[in-house]
């Protein structure tokens, strides 16, 4: 699907200062990172016509990364993992998902491909390439700096958000699951470790060893 973007737009400038403010005060530095994050977030808003940053949970932000990039995405949409309105599915991309969870409108953006060669062009002033990223990627105009894709969610969007009160206990270890993370194996209910998709491998307790 073609990508409605005005081209013609100049940086929303108001906004990427804010949201920059907001992102280096919890960063503690500001990098190009942030600066990608909070363009993408705003660029996204605004193709979804969704006002930020948001108090409700319309908006549903998947990030490919953890890091600076993220803090530039919530600070701009106001989204959170405790808020359970951003989700990190780390593939080590700057990328993000902006789903209007009322349409199930889905929009990926990511920086373009060549975008730190390009950033040069909009700071001449700043030799030094972290430098001419960092400001040039204030200054480009959304069809320069990133790309847009409409996308369908593998997941649906409701099994994402799932049931807030979903509560069931896993039948190995006993542990309690929320939000419909179990898994049916045969008529048994596990949670995903016991199924075999843990992160982690138990130490034995070595006797004598005191925790
Ligand atoms: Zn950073
Ligand atoms: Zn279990």
């Given at each position: 699907m073609a990508i409605s973007i005005?081209?013609?737009?100049?940086?929303?400038l108001p906004a990427l200062e804010s949201a920059l403010a907001v992102a280096s005060a919890r960063h503690n530095h500001l990098c190009p990172r942030q600066v990608l994050g909070a363009r993408c977030a705003i660029a996204a808003s605004a193709a979804l016509e969704l006002a930020v940053p948001?108090?409700?949970?319309r908006l549903l932000v998947i990030v490919e990364t953890d890091g600076c990039f993220v803090d530039g995405v919530e600070a701009v949409t106001g989204v959170s993992v405790g808020g359970r309105t951003l989700r990190v599915e780390d593939y080590g991309k700057i990328a993000a998902t902006f789903v209007d969870v009322k349409t199930e409108r889905a929009l990926r953006v990511a920086p373009q491909i060549d975008v730190r060669t390009r950033a040069r062009d909009y700071a001449p002033e700043q030799s030094q390439r972290y430098f001419a990223m960092l400001h040039g990627y204030q200054r480009m105009p959304d069809d320069e700096l990133l790309s847009f894709e409409w996308v369908t969610l593998s997941t649906p969007v409701a099994a994402i958000i799932s049931r807030a009160s979903a509560r069931a206990i896993c039948d190995e270890c006993g542990e309690e699951i929320i939000n419909e993370r179990e898994v049916q194996e045969d008529a048994r209910t596990l949670c995903r470790t016991c199924a075999g998709n843990q992160y982690y491998t138990a130490e034995k307790l070595q006797q004598g060893v005191r925790l």
């Open positions: 005005d081209t013609q737009k100049l940086v929303d948001r108090i409700d949970k």
